[in-house]
């Protein structure tokens, strides 16, 4: 089976920190995304990746960034916390295009809260 | 840019009735798929569609995909406990390869 791992699943931070939340998966996965869910907005793309030290701006990427440097391993940044950032954020990965018929699978998710 | 609209938000059945969620799409979709999301988890892939009118079924759930595949259905029958939380379509456009989500519906099953 497919695995995403999110290596937190709760975090606590105050207002202007920086945050890395990393995710891993071990199925050689081309794609990589990471969403964030909010109630009364579904998940929101914020940032996507098709190959190594390659990215993309998803729908939302104002406060955030990422880096690929592994195939396995996508991380995203908030590179000054703030509240509205308080979110659950979703990381995924996916073999190719979904035009491929390739499948998004999702971690466990990592909630943040930001005081 | 693309939006992806789910209605209804919420939706509230007693165990047994059927239930639908839909998902419009601002803009011609090459491609739709179907998520569930289980209280508490993740989201979880349960299909894609791909031709226009198609139409699927995996036992109890059935879903289509419109003439002018801008929107999609997914209708439940005789729901039961197990198919508790958020129901998901996602799209995607000719030449894009990344998926917009819908809002969401969140179903609730009164025992």
């Known amino acids: 089976d497919v695995k995403v791992t999110q290596s937190s699943r709760y975090l606590v931070k105050r207002t202007g920190e920086k945050v890395f939340l990393e995710c891993v998966q071990d199925?050689?996965?081309?794609?990589m995304f990471w969403y964030r869910q909010d109630p009364g907005l579904g998940l929101r793309l914020i940032y996507f990746?098709?190959?190594?030290?390659?990215?993309e701006k998803g729908d939302i990427p104002e406060g955030y960034s990422v880096s690929r440097e592994k195939k396995e391993r996508f991380s995203l940044i908030l590179e000054s916390a703030s509240t509205n950032q308080t979110s659950m954020y979703l990381c995924?990965?996916?073999?190719?295009?979904?035009?491929?018929?390739?499948?998004?699978?999702f971690g466990e998710g990592s909630w943040l809260t930001v005081v | 840019g693309q939006q992806v609209m789910q209605i209804p938000q919420y939706q509230h059945v007693q165990e047994g009735e059927d239930f639908t969620t839909y998902c419009n799409s601002s803009?011609?979709?090459?491609?739709i798929q179907w998520y569930k999301q289980r209280p508490g988890g993740h989201p979880v892939f349960l299909i894609q569609?791909?031709?226009?009118?198609e139409v699927k079924k995996q036992k109890r759930l059935t879903f289509q995909f419109g003439e002018a595949k801008k929107n999609s259905s997914l209708h439940i029958t005789a729901t039961q406990t197990t198919d508790v939380g958020t129901y998901f379509c996602?799209?995607?456009?000719?030449?894009?390869?990344?998926?917009?989500f819908g809002t969401g519906t969140r179903l609730t099953i009164i025992p």
């Open positions: 569609l791909v031709k226009s009118g």
């Open positions: 995924a990965s996916s073999l190719g295009g979904a035009l491929s018929g390739n499948t998004i699978y």
């Open positions: 803009t011609t979709l090459s491609n």
């Open positions: 990746s098709y190959d190594v030290k390659m990215k």
């Open positions: 996602a799209g995607e456009n000719f030449g894009n390869e990344k998926l917009t």
């Open positions: 199925m050689d996965h081309e794609n």
